[in-house]
Antibody, heavy 121, light 107 residues
Framework: QLLLQESGPGLVKPSETLSLTCTVSGASTSSSGDFWGWIRQPPGKGLEWIGNVYFSGNAYYNPSVKSRVTISVDTSKNQFSLRLTSLTATDTAIYYC?????????????WGQGILVTVSS | AIQMTQSPSYLSASVGDRVTISCRPSQDVGNKLGWYQQSAGKAPKLLISNASFLQSGVSPRFSGSKSGTDFTLTINSLQPEDFATYYC?????????FGPGTTVDIK
């Protein structure tokens, strides 16, 4: 059974940096066949793709956050992470990590439960 | 970025109805489009990938199709658990983009 679990702070101050981790079980982040992604959803709104990372560390980002985001993978811990800098209230959202079973693709068959991150002083 | 248009944004239907939801990308995405169901308070669930490939474990009441450059999700014989919000996602070009969603509500 493949499981993904997000972890990180639920409250972050404006201008600070958000760091989230997704821990994977039942699959390996070192697999060449998978793609690992982050998607977010502001409360009551739609979904926004943030980016994907491959086991090699190659990452692809949404231009809407590209200057502020880094997605990385730690195959030794079977985790991948999201780092988002210079936070504002518009970054308040549920953040999901997910797995795409084909590298380079963006259809996500397994998702974490999501973590609500609120940006507020 | 490819813009995704979904219609309708909201529909009200009854148990047993057949409903269709449309998704139109602003440019050709080939077959690289998926459909997701999101129930209240839950993570999205992948229903269909590659326009028409039903995911394992998903009810065959769900089907996806493509006509020209437009995509359709069809739900046959709507069941109580189907009342949710549905999103399309294109993964043909970066950045991957979601449609704005269609909420299916109980009439």
């Amino acid at each position: 059974q493949l499981l993904l679990q997000e972890s990180g702070p639920g409250l972050v101050k404006p201008s600070e940096t958000l760091s989230l981790t997704c821990t994977v079980s039942g699959a390996s982040t070192s697999s060449s066949g998978d793609f690992w992604g982050w998607i977010r959803q502001p409360p009551g709104k739609g979904l926004e793709w943030i980016g994907n990372v491959y086991f090699s560390g190659n990452a692809y980002y949404n231009p809407s956050v590209k200057s502020r985001v880094t997605i990385s993978v730690d195959t030794s811990k079977n985790q991948f992470s999201l780092r988002l800098t210079s936070l504002t209230a518009t970054d308040t959202a549920i953040y999901y990590c997910a797995r795409a079973p084909v590298a380079g693709r963006g259809y996500y068959d397994y998702w974490g439960q999501g973590i609500l991150v609120t940006v507020s002083s | 970025a490819i813009q995704m248009t979904q219609s309708p944004s909201y529909l009200s239907a009854s148990v047993g109805d057949r409903v269709t939801i449309s998704c139109r990308p602003s440019q050709d995405v080939g077959n690289k489009l998926g459909w997701y169901q999101q129930s209240a308070g839950k993570a999205p669930k992948l229903l269909i990938s590659n326009a028409s490939f039903l995911q394992s474990g998903v009810s065959p009441r769900f089907s996806g199709s493509k006509s020209g450059t437009d995509f359709t999700l069809t739900i046959n014989s709507l069941q109580p658990e189907d009342f949710a919000t549905y999103y399309c996602l294109q993964d043909s070009n970066y950045p991957f983009t979601f449609g704005p969603g269609t909420t299916v509500d109980i009439k």
